[in-house]
């Protein structure tokens, strides 16, 4: 089974096979993200109306991300964690009030209905920074290229830090793997 573009299952397996591999296993799960998601935002940050499919990529890489840094899948139930998590990080710098509604009003509306709710809007270059912008109607506006940034730098500090061997985040990046490969391979 292929869990990411250059890698199976059994080159994870490998990894760890009578000893610790980590750096082959930080680069597959580096390949998994980038081959998967972060690559084809990448692709797509120069086009002008892709900014809810970036924004899609984006929510799988951030609940994907949060998953490897913590050792287990999203919890159904708490999944504003997930988002306060990452977005009130330092690359961001959000409040946990900016985070919930992203995640209401952007991440459901944009997965779910292919449109944002409660007056958020996408621009592909404004706000200048990162942060949502209040607009005069109450809404808010999202530079969707300066979200895709901030989170393709958070993921690249959490590679660093694998590959640094910060204690405590091999195990839990090595933990998702080992569940997402025990319920999906053959």
């Not at 997930?82 to 919930?100: H, K, N």
């Not at 109450?138 to 979200?147: A, M, P, W």
Request: glycine share 10%.
């Amino acid at each position: 089974m292929n869990i990411s573009p250059r890698y199976t299952n059994k080159q994870w397996e490998v990894a760890f096979n009578g000893g610790e591999d980590w750096n082959n296993a930080i680069d597959i799960v580096e390949d998994r993200i980038r081959g998967r998601w972060l690559d084809a935002g990448d692709l797509m940050v120069g086009e002008s109306h892709s900014g809810f499919a970036i924004l899609a990529l984006d929510c799988i890489v951030l609940e994907s991300l949060w998953g490897f840094m913590n050792g287990k899948a999203v919890p159904q139930r708490h999944a504003q964690l997930v988002y306060r998590d990452i977005l009130t990080g330092p690359r961001f710098g959000w409040t946990a009030g900016q985070s919930e509604a992203f995640r209401k009003f952007v991440r459901n509306g944009v997965i779910h209905d292919a449109e944002t709710r409660r007056g958020w809007l996408v621009g592909k270059t404004t706000p200048s920074s990162v942060t949502p912008q209040r607009d005069k109607a109450g809404g808010y506006k999202l530079n969707r290229t300066k979200f895709h940034y901030a989170l393709k730098g958070t993921f690249e500090d959490w590679i660093a830090r694998l590959r640094a061997d910060h204690p405590g985040v091999r195990a839990k990046m090595r933990d998702r793997m080992n569940q997402i490969i025990a319920q999906h391979a053959p």
